[in-house]
């Protein structure tokens, strides 16, 4: 288990980001709305605050994802998916969303509006070459491997 510091920087009386089951992958995160609501129209995008800051171990990143129900039931996702907090950034998480539904949404003071996940990172060196080692599937892609 790895652990991460958070800070509120914004007052709300509902827990810090948690696990909603024991198989969970994902912390369900909050929107913090001043006034209490928002509306998003349709094909409209906004930063919603969460209150929140992090010291992310390095080698780490915070992957910001969607939540499924919000997807479905309104159209209501992240423009940026899956979206990255590095480990060196120190201010508030926002979640772009946007609504891709044919009607209003109106976002909720509190409602879960995104899920993040700790994830390891592994960075690379890179190597220049003028040869690539074949493969069978070569340079086919975009459906190049069946429908």
């Known amino acids: 288990m790895s652990f991460v510091k958070v800070r509120k920087l914004r007052d709300f009386d509902w827990p810090l980001p948690e696990y909603e089951s ?5 912390m369900d995160v909050r929107a913090v709305v001043e006034g209490g609501t928002l509306t998003v129209k349709p094909l409209e995008r906004v930063l919603v605050p969460t209150g929140l800051a992090m010291e992310i171990p390095a080698g780490f990143e915070m ?8 997807a479905l039931k309104h159209g209501v996702t992240m423009v940026n998916a899956p979206g990255t907090i590095d480990s060196d950034y120190r201010g508030e998480v ?12 109106t976002l909720q003071h509190g409602e ?6 700790l994830a390891p990172v592994t960075r690379c060196t890179w190597i220049e070459t003028d040869i690539l ?9 975009f459906g190049s491997t069946g429908n």
């Open 112 to 117: 879960r509006v995104a899920q993040m996940v």
């Open 63 to 70: 992957q910001i994802r969607p939540r499924s129900g919000l």
């Open 22 to 26: 024991a198989g969970a992958a994902g």
């Open 94 to 105: 926002g979640i772009i969303l946007i609504n891709l539904g044919n009607s209003d949404y």
């Open 133 to 141: 080692e074949d493969t069978r599937r070569g340079t086919g892609g």
